[in-house]
């Protein structure tokens, strides 16, 4: 699949019970041969009204997180969700709709051949290493996703409830950051 083939089979799904619930899907922003791959989790109301990831208060944090390391979305920059429709009133996503959406994600990564893979939370780390640990242990290691080189952080939404946990992303994007520079 391309990426308007991708995009088409995005829009028109109806392969788990959220798109019911949902207002539109949203299937990413950014730059298509982006080196700064950036997951988040599901849609949240502001994302699912307006069609683009992060677009609300968490997203506004992590424009200034990414402004404070000279990046801005859509330059060098992609991000995308685990899910691409939003859970009903911002519930946990469930195992089978993660099942049956992440291929689309998957396939969004092999499209951008990113230089790194941020996951932002427990769903897009667990999701992307099919692992089933916390983000404490997974933080401040280089893993790897289909030989892609993936940080993991915590996600913005949880940074706006835990402002000390900033210092800690803070350094998971320059861990990101030097993965970057090194490969
Ligand atoms: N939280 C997410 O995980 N993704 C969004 O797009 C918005 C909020």
Same mark, same amino acid.
């Given at each position: 699949m391309d990426w308007a083939q991708l995009r088409a089979k995005v829009a028109g799904c109806t392969d788990c019970k959220?798109?019911?619930?949902?207002?539109?899907?949203?299937?990413?922003?950014?730059?298509?041969?982006?080196?700064?791959?950036? #997951?988040g989790? @599901?849609? $949240?109301?502001?994302?699912?009204r307006l069609g683009d990831p992060f677009v609300g208060q968490a997203g506004k944090l992590l424009d200034n997180m990414l402004a404070a390391i000279s990046l801005h979305r859509g330059s060098n920059v992609y991000i995308a969700?685990?899910?691409?429709?939003?859970?009903?009133?911002?519930?946990d996503p469930e195992p089978d709709e993660v099942a049956k959406c992440a291929p689309h994600l998957w396939r969004q990564i092999q499209l951008?051949?990113?230089? #790194?893979?941020? @996951?932002? $939370?427990?769903?897009?780390?667990q999701t992307l290493l099919g692992s089933d640990a916390t983000i404490a242990s997974l933080r401040g290691k280089v893993h790897q996703y289909a030989g892609v080189p993936l940080v993991v952080t915590y996600h913005?939404?949880?940074?706006?409830?835990?402002?000390?946990?900033?210092?800690?992303?803070?350094?998971d994007?320059?861990?990101?950051?030097?993965t970057v520079a090194e490969h």
């Open positions: 959220l798109r019911a619930g949902c207002s539109q899907t949203v299937f990413g922003v950014g730059d298509e041969k982006a080196q700064w791959l950036l #997951v989790e @599901a849609p $949240g109301s502001e994302e699912d969700n685990v899910l691409k429709c939003r859970p009903p009133g911002n519930r951008i051949q990113p230089k #790194v893979i941020l @996951a932002m $939370g427990r769903f897009a780390a913005p939404a949880y940074l706006l409830r835990n402002l000390p946990d900033k210092a800690k992303a803070w350094a994007l320059q861990l990101a950051k030097q």
